[in-house]
Each structure stands twice: as structure tokens, then as C-alpha cells.
């Protein structure tokens, strides 16, 4: 008893990683002699949303390690409450009592790991880097945790091989612990938080005589195999039609440095995009990316000009990256050859690679990120891309970025990129430059500025918007208080924004909104704008608002409802239109182990002198979590409108999961279109094995 008081008055900023004397079995009941004999923290307080106050109960963490695993083990007691603890899908823990790991393993109090975990051991893993967070990165973890009669116990065990780290012998690391309470809304953690911090990694404790091998991850093969079953539409159905072989591979060259590679990769497990249903559209939809290789560190190739889009690179024969750090300097090199690339989006004449230059062609995709720590808490860095259409046009990009922190929660960065672009016939030159300056949003003024310039001949094949000639610029001013009564916090808030288009298009904005948040876990905004558009000479000027809502009501129901509307101009038509949306997104739990969200969504657009167009959404996804790696989803996705023929997506997918690498999908998905009679079938099963030699 007396080791453990010692412990907590040790432990106002630091901690010791412990021994695991005797082995320690990751079976969510901290039992073994090892953990009564370290040190333990428990001086949790409250960040969000609003500061101060303890949790309720008590909560203690230890860390202890071996040759090969970092261990934590939490144990929550007096809980006067009814916890929340489901058999969920991997990172499906939001709703849930959560306990939170952040590692910063470089101690450069800008990036780390964050893991968090509910009571039953459930898990969720991020990659943060200078205030970026990464929510798709995987990695294995090995947890397990169990309910008490007043709170939980839960053991971690993280491999020395699914982190990266400096080659010294010991080693003191930066460290948070977070506790999540949801039916209040509330974080707590050790040490105390700033709520919105945007370098929270600046606020770390210190983990101190880690002691991790000094060498590589070494070495990690994932080899897969796909069957598939396709009866299209133009043809008729015949056997098993594909069976596609894939490899996976990764490579700790240091504890730092990987080389990861993927050869013919088949990316059927990953579950379709939402149906874009948007009237009136501009330009083509961003859509998120969602496949593995291209998820697993992203962040070594994120810069401020927003140089890549992985989505752009469709269906990769192979690819092969390398990233990591060294000292202060990340970096980050990807090739990937495109057996079917997409075209991009050109306006005004500015070549670029459109649907007849891609139309059967093959494309390389190459780009280069480095950047290193500066200015304290900022950083400096410069980017590289090279894009060819195999037999057509060639595509390079290069430039140079910076972020300098100016004090409490401000920031100040600049990017400058130029490309050139060649079809060959012409080749093209073009510069974009930006600016930008912000106090990141919390409790107080939050503040916002940027500005954006692209020349005529600026192209962005590897990216996502390429429209050229245009300038960008705008800001934003909230505050948020913290008034007395039944309110959490009211933020006000203001913004202007514009562009100019070297024809002479143009738009601008003002507007102005009121956000509210009530017992941490209800929220209602709404707000209004007024703006103008000029688009081929005709001027169009509008005005707007929005109402949103979200709540959660208890354990089994959350609720979110969006309404927008106002006047507008008609892209196509150039006159004046009537918009609006109202979307409704419901999430049920009736078990601890089903999940159901049902999204509802309108859009209206009424350009003056032509008739009313109309769609609608209707997409239900339910996930039936029968263990923690069992489970099964079924999706249903139903749009159509007075422009577009009904169409129904229906798949359904049974998953075993080990972990990120190791698992079996069977599924089967039924594409519809009502209206041209065209029906389309897929059957699959596919099989990933993670190997750690």
C-alpha cells in the first residue's frame, strides 16, 4: 500500500514504466505482481466541455513493459453511474466510455498516437501530426477489458513493432491519458487539456525509462486472395470470373523509417461512397479516401497546397512508398502506376488531363514530402510530384511550405507551388501562393484568415480541385463563452469569404451564426448570409440561412438534423434558383452489439423560369457486432430525383477481423437502376493474413 501512495505523490508530471516482472496476460484483469509494484496516476481534470473538476470514481493507469510490448492497465472504480461498454466494430467506440492513450514517442510535442479504447477493450487508432489527425490509420494493439460492480479494468499491450521511435537505448517519451464519460459530454484527463488545443502533444506528461528494441519493425508481409462472381449487365453471367492474387508488404528499416508496397491490390472490402445527389453541382465531389495502403501514413505526405489526392489514382497495378522520420525531419516518397486513371477537372481552356488523354491509358503517380520541425512548435517543408499519362502528357509539381507558431494558439504558414503541364503540343507554367493566420477556437477568440492565388497555367494533377486562374481569400471571428445557467458555451460567430476568377466570375459572402452547446452532449447552431454571383457576365445576388441540430438522447439514440435554404444562381442557366436541403441522420443501439444509421436527405433547386428539380437519399447501414471480431454490415442506399433514374445499392458483407492485416470478408452487393431495367450482381471473398517473421 505504501508503494502505491509513494507512486501518486511521484507522479504530478511524470511517470515510470515499470518492469512486467513475471509476464503480463493481456486478459482485461490486472492480477499480476507487476502492476501493484509501479507507479500509478490518477489526477484526472476536466477539459472539455469546460475546465475543472474531477471524473466521477476514481481512476488509476500503470505502464510496464518487456521485450516486446509497452503495457498499460487502467482500473476505474466507484463509477456511481451506469457505464457504456459495447461490442462494437473496430473504432466504433464515440458513444462509449473511453479511455484514451496518447504517445508522443519523439518527444517533439507535435506528433504521436493517440489510441483510445472502451471498457471492454475495443479499439480505436490515430495518427496526429501538427494538428492533423489521421482517424484511418491501423495498427495492431492487442486490449482487453471487463465491467466491475463500480467501473472497469482494462490491459493494452503495444507491440514495440506497431510503433515508430527514436534508436536510442532509453528513452522518455511524452504521454496523455484521457477518460471519456459520454453521458455527460465531459473529457477528462492527465494532465489537464486546453479544450480546441491544436498542438496537444505540448501539453504532455513525461513517460519516463521507456525502453524499446533499437532496430526496425522488421519485417511484415500481408499476402491476400480475392474471388469474385460479377453478372453485369451487357453480358451474360459466367462462373467464378476473378480470382486476384495481392501482396502487401512492410519494412522497418529503422525504429523510424518504413518501406511499405502493395501489388495488384484489391480494395472490394471497402465499403461504396455515399450516392452523390447534389443539383446544381460545380465541380466533381471530393470523396474520402477509405483504402488501406493509401491510409497507413498519410501524414508523411500531407503539405499546405493540398498537393495529393490519393482518390485521383483509381486502380493502382502496384505502388510502393517509404516514410518515417529521422531526428526532426519527416519524409515521405510514393509511386503508384494506375492501370485506369481518372480524368480532372479543367476550366477555361487550360489543358490538363481530361477523359480522351486517359481513355485506355496507364499512369505513373510519383510525389515526394519533407519537412522538419522549426520554429519551436512549427515546421518548414517542400513537396515534389511527378504525373504521366504512359504515351501522353506529363504533369510535374513542386513547392515549398511553412508553419510558424506566433504564440498562445497562434499560427502563421504560407505555401508557394509551381507546376508544369505538357501535352505535347504546349507546355504550361503556373504558381500558387498562399497565406494564412489563425487562433485556434476554444474557450475565447478563435480567428481565421487565409488567402489563395492561382495563375492561368497552374495545374494540380496529383490533387483534387484543379480549376487555375482564381483567387481565394476570406476569415472568420468566434468567441466562445461560458455563461452561467443551464448553457455549456454560446459562440458567436462571423465570416466573409470570395473568389475571383480571371474571366470575370466571381462570388462573395458575409454571414453570421450562433452555436449553443447544453449538458455536453446537445448542440443547436443556425445562422444567415448574404452573397453575390457573377458567372458569364450575369449577376445574381441571394441570400441565405441553416438550422442544424444534435443530440444524444440517451444511450440507445443520437440525432442530427440539418435545414438549409436560400437564393442562389443556376451554374447552368445563369439566372437566379431557389435552393434547399434538409437532411436527417439517426443512429440506434437497441443491443449492445447493433448498430443502426439511417440517413434521410432532400434537395430542392427552382431556377426562375424552369421547373422545380428534386432529389432524394435514403441510406441505411446496420452492423450486427456478434464478438469483437465477428460481425456483419448491411448497407442500402436509395436515391433518385427528377433528373436522375432511381437507383438502389444493396450489399451485405460478413467480416472476421483479428486485427489490421488478419481477417476474411464474405460479401455480395446488387447495383439497380429502375428505370433502364440495368441490374448488376457481385459476389466476393477474400482472405488477408498478417505475417511478422
Given at each position: 500500500m505504501l508503494s502505491l501512495v509513494v507512486a501518486v505523490a511521484a507522479a504530478a508530471d511524470s511517470v515510470s514504466v515499470g518492469p512486467a516482472a513475471g509476464g503480463v496476460r493481456v486478459d482485461g484483469v490486472l492480477d499480476e505482481p507487476a502492476w501493484a509494484a509501479t507507479q500509478m496516476v490518477s489526477g484526472f481534470l476536466r477539459f472539455q466541455p469546460l475546465e475543472g473538476g474531477p471524473p466521477p470514481g476514481r481512476t488509476e493507469v500503470r505502464f510496464l513493459q518487456d521485450a516486446k510490448n509497452l503495457y498499460v492497465g487502467i482500473r476505474v472504480v466507484d463509477a456511481d453511474y451506469r457505464l457504456r461498454a459495447r461490442v462494437s466494430q473496430r473504432e466504433d467506440i464515440n458513444a462509449d466510455d473511453q479511455i484514451g492513450v496518447y504517445l508522443?514517442?519523439?518527444?517533439?510535442?507535435?506528433?504521436?498516437?493517440?489510441?483510445?479504447?472502451?471498457?471492454?477493450?475495443?479499439?480505436?487508432?490515430?495518427?496526429?501530426?501538427?494538428?492533423?489527425?489521421?482517424?484511418?490509420?491501423?495498427?495492431?494493439?492487442?486490449?482487453?477489458?471487463?465491467?466491475?460492480?463500480?467501473?472497469?479494468?482494462?490491459?493494452?499491450?503495444?507491440?514495440?513493432?506497431?510503433?515508430?521511435?527514436?534508436?536510442?537505448?532509453?528513452q522518455d517519451w511524452g504521454v496523455i491519458v484521457t477518460r471519456k464519460v459520454p453521458h455527460e459530454g465531459a473529457k477528462y484527463s492527465w494532465p489537464q487539456l486546453e479544450r480546441g488545443d491544436p498542438r496537444i502533444f505540448a501539453s504532455a506528461n513525461r513517460l519516463v525509462g521507456v525502453k524499446p528494441p533499437s532496430r526496425g519493425s522488421g519485417l511484415e508481409i500481408v499476402p491476400s486472395i480475392t474471388g469474385a462472381w460479377t453478372d453485369p449487365t451487357d453480358t451474360?453471367?459466367?462462373?467464378?470470373?476473378?480470382?486476384?492474387?495481392?501482396?502487401?508488404?512492410?519494412?522497418?528499416?529503422?525504429?523510424?523509417?518504413?518501406?511499405?508496397?502493395?501489388?495488384?491490390?484489391?480494395?472490394?472490402?471497402?465499403?461504396?461512397?455515399?450516392?452523390?445527389?447534389?443539383?446544381?453541382?460545380?465541380?466533381?465531389?471530393?470523396?474520402?479516401?477509405?483504402?488501406?495502403?493509401f491510409l497507413d501514413g498519410v501524414d508523411w505526405f500531407e503539405d499546405r497546397g493540398n498537393t495529393l489526392y490519393t482518390r485521383s489514382m483509381n486502380q493502382p497495378l502496384y505502388g510502393v512508398k517509404i516514410g518515417g522520420r529521422e531526428g526532426p525531419l519527416t519524409i515521405g516518397a510514393l509511386h503508384v502506376l494506375d492501370r485506369s486513371p481518372l480524368p480532372t477537372f479543367t476550366e477555361g481552356g487550360t489543358p490538363g488531363f481530361d477523359a480522351p488523354?486517359?481513355?485506355?491509358?496507364?499512369?505513373?503517380?510519383?510525389?515526394?514530402?519533407?519537412?522538419?520541425?522549426?520554429?519551436?512548435?512549427?515546421?518548414?517543408?517542400?513537396?515534389?510530384?511527378?504525373?504521366?499519362?504512359?504515351?501522353g502528357g506529363t504533369h510535374q509539381i513542386g513547392g515549398v511550405d511553412f508553419e510558424v507558431p506566433l504564440g498562445d494558439r497562434w499560427f502563421a504558414g504560407s505555401s508557394v507551388l509551381t507546376s508544369f503541364t505538357g501535352d505535347g503540343v504546349q507546355q504550361l507554367w503556373g504558381l500558387q501562393e498562399s497565406l494564412s493566420i489563425s487562433r485556434a477556437s476554444g474557450i475565447g477568440t478563435g480567428f481565421s484568415a487565409y488567402y489563395t492565388n492561382r495563375s492561368p497555367g497552374f495545374r494540380k494533377e496529383l490533387g483534387f480541385n484543379t480549376q487555375s486562374d482564381i483567387t481565394y481569400a476570406g476569415a472568420t471571428l468566434d468567441h466562445t463563452f461560458t455563461p452561467p445557467g443551464v448553457l455549456d458555451t454560446w459562440q458567436p460567430v462571423v465570416w466573409v469569404d470570395g473568389q475571383q476568377e480571371g474571366n470575370g466570375d466571381r462570388y462573395a459572402t458575409v454571414g453570421h451564426g450562433q452555436n449553443f452547446l447544453l449538458n455536453g452532449i446537445h448542440t443547436l447552431s443556425f445562422g444567415g448570409w448574404m452573397h453575390t454571383f457573377t458567372e458569364q457576365g450575369e449577376q445574381v445576388d441571394g441570400a441565405g440561412g441553416r438550422f442544424a441540430w444534435a443530440s444524444n438522447l440517451g444511450r440507445a439514440l443520437d440525432v442530427v438534423v440539418n435545414a438549409s435554404g436560400g437564393r442562389t444562381i443556376d451554374y447552368g442557366r445563369r439566372v437566379p434558383a431557389?435552393?434547399?436541403?434538409?437532411?436527417?441522420?439517426?443512429?440506434?443501439?437497441?443491443?449492445?452489439?447493433?448498430?443502426?444509421?439511417?440517413?434521410?436527405?432532400?434537395q430542392m433547386h427552382h431556377p426562375k423560369g424552369a421547373d422545380l428539380q428534386r432529389t432524394q437519399l435514403v441510406r441505411n447501414r446496420l452492423n450486427w457486432q456478434f464478438t469483437p471480431e465477428l460481425?456483419?454490415?448491411?448497407?442500402?442506399?436509395?436515391?433518385?430525383?427528377?433528373?436522375?433514374?432511381?437507383?438502389?445499392?444493396?450489399?451485405?458483407?460478413?467480416?472476421?477481423?483479428?486485427?489490421?492485416?488478419?481477417a476474411v470478408w464474405l460479401g455480395g452487393s446488387v447495383v439497380s437502376v429502375a428505370d433502364l431495367g440495368l441490374v448488376e450482381k457481385t459476389v466476393f471473398a477474400k482472405a488477408t493474413l498478417l505475417l511478422r517473421p
Amino acid at each position: 500500500m505504501l508503494s502505491l501512495v509513494v507512486a501518486v505523490a511521484a507522479a504530478a508530471d511524470s511517470v515510470s514504466v515499470g518492469p512486467a516482472a513475471g509476464g503480463v496476460r493481456v486478459d482485461g484483469v490486472l492480477d499480476e505482481p507487476a502492476w501493484a509494484a509501479t507507479q500509478m496516476v490518477s489526477g484526472f481534470l476536466r477539459f472539455q466541455p469546460l475546465e475543472g473538476g474531477p471524473p466521477p470514481g476514481r481512476t488509476e493507469v500503470r505502464f510496464l513493459q518487456d521485450a516486446k510490448n509497452l503495457y498499460v492497465g487502467i482500473r476505474v472504480v466507484d463509477a456511481d453511474y451506469r457505464l457504456r461498454a459495447r461490442v462494437s466494430q473496430r473504432e466504433d467506440i464515440n458513444a462509449d466510455d473511453q479511455i484514451g492513450v496518447y504517445l508522443d514517442t519523439f518527444s517533439d510535442r507535435i506528433s504521436g498516437y493517440i489510441f483510445y479504447f472502451n471498457a471492454i477493450g475495443i479499439q480505436q487508432d490515430i495518427r496526429h501530426n501538427a494538428g492533423r489527425w489521421n482517424v484511418s490509420w491501423d495498427t495492431v494493439i492487442r486490449s482487453k477489458g471487463h465491467l466491475t460492480d463500480d467501473g472497469f479494468e482494462l490491459e493494452i499491450a503495444f507491440p514495440w513493432r506497431s510503433l515508430k521511435f527514436p534508436p536510442s537505448e532509453t528513452q522518455d517519451w511524452g504521454v496523455i491519458v484521457t477518460r471519456k464519460v459520454p453521458h455527460e459530454g465531459a473529457k477528462y484527463s492527465w494532465p489537464q487539456l486546453e479544450r480546441g488545443d491544436p498542438r496537444i502533444f505540448a501539453s504532455a506528461n513525461r513517460l519516463v525509462g521507456v525502453k524499446p528494441p533499437s532496430r526496425g519493425s522488421g519485417l511484415e508481409i500481408v499476402p491476400s486472395i480475392t474471388g469474385a462472381w460479377t453478372d453485369p449487365t451487357d453480358t451474360p453471367p459466367g462462373p467464378l470470373d476473378v480470382v486476384r492474387p495481392s501482396l502487401d508488404g512492410r519494412f522497418g528499416i529503422t525504429p523510424d523509417l518504413g518501406l511499405a508496397a502493395t501489388l495488384n491490390p484489391d480494395f472490394s472490402q471497402v465499403e461504396a461512397d455515399v450516392s452523390d445527389i447534389r443539383l446544381n453541382a460545380r465541380f466533381a465531389f471530393d470523396f474520402p479516401e477509405r483504402r488501406p495502403f493509401f491510409l497507413d501514413g498519410v501524414d508523411w505526405f500531407e503539405d499546405r497546397g493540398n498537393t495529393l489526392y490519393t482518390r485521383s489514382m483509381n486502380q493502382p497495378l502496384y505502388g510502393v512508398k517509404i516514410g518515417g522520420r529521422e531526428g526532426p525531419l519527416t519524409i515521405g516518397a510514393l509511386h503508384v502506376l494506375d492501370r485506369s486513371p481518372l480524368p480532372t477537372f479543367t476550366e477555361g481552356g487550360t489543358p490538363g488531363f481530361d477523359a480522351p488523354d486517359v481513355e485506355g491509358s496507364v499512369a505513373s503517380n510519383t510525389l515526394v514530402r519533407a519537412r522538419t520541425d522549426a520554429f519551436g512548435l512549427g515546421y518548414a517543408g517542400v513537396v515534389l510530384g511527378d504525373k504521366r499519362i504512359l504515351g501522353g502528357g506529363t504533369h510535374q509539381i513542386g513547392g515549398v511550405d511553412f508553419e510558424v507558431p506566433l504564440g498562445d494558439r497562434w499560427f502563421a504558414g504560407s505555401s508557394v507551388l509551381t507546376s508544369f503541364t505538357g501535352d505535347g503540343v504546349q507546355q504550361l507554367w503556373g504558381l500558387q501562393e498562399s497565406l494564412s493566420i489563425s487562433r485556434a477556437s476554444g474557450i475565447g477568440t478563435g480567428f481565421s484568415a487565409y488567402y489563395t492565388n492561382r495563375s492561368p497555367g497552374f495545374r494540380k494533377e496529383l490533387g483534387f480541385n484543379t480549376q487555375s486562374d482564381i483567387t481565394y481569400a476570406g476569415a472568420t471571428l468566434d468567441h466562445t463563452f461560458t455563461p452561467p445557467g443551464v448553457l455549456d458555451t454560446w459562440q458567436p460567430v462571423v465570416w466573409v469569404d470570395g473568389q475571383q476568377e480571371g474571366n470575370g466570375d466571381r462570388y462573395a459572402t458575409v454571414g453570421h451564426g450562433q452555436n449553443f452547446l447544453l449538458n455536453g452532449i446537445h448542440t443547436l447552431s443556425f445562422g444567415g448570409w448574404m452573397h453575390t454571383f457573377t458567372e458569364q457576365g450575369e449577376q445574381v445576388d441571394g441570400a441565405g440561412g441553416r438550422f442544424a441540430w444534435a443530440s444524444n438522447l440517451g444511450r440507445a439514440l443520437d440525432v442530427v438534423v440539418n435545414a438549409s435554404g436560400g437564393r442562389t444562381i443556376d451554374y447552368g442557366r445563369r439566372v437566379p434558383a431557389n435552393n434547399g436541403t434538409a437532411s436527417v441522420v439517426m443512429t440506434v443501439r437497441p443491443t449492445p452489439g447493433i448498430r443502426n444509421d439511417t440517413t434521410a436527405t432532400v434537395q430542392m433547386h427552382h431556377p426562375k423560369g424552369a421547373d422545380l428539380q428534386r432529389t432524394q437519399l435514403v441510406r441505411n447501414r446496420l452492423n450486427w457486432q456478434f464478438t469483437p471480431e465477428l460481425g456483419m454490415r448491411w448497407v442500402l442506399d436509395y436515391s433518385d430525383g427528377t433528373a436522375r433514374d432511381p437507383r438502389v445499392y444493396n450489399a451485405l458483407l460478413l467480416t472476421w477481423l483479428r486485427n489490421p492485416g488478419t481477417a476474411v470478408w464474405l460479401g455480395g452487393s446488387v447495383v439497380s437502376v429502375a428505370d433502364l431495367g440495368l441490374v448488376e450482381k457481385t459476389v466476393f471473398a477474400k482472405a488477408t493474413l498478417l505475417l511478422r517473421p
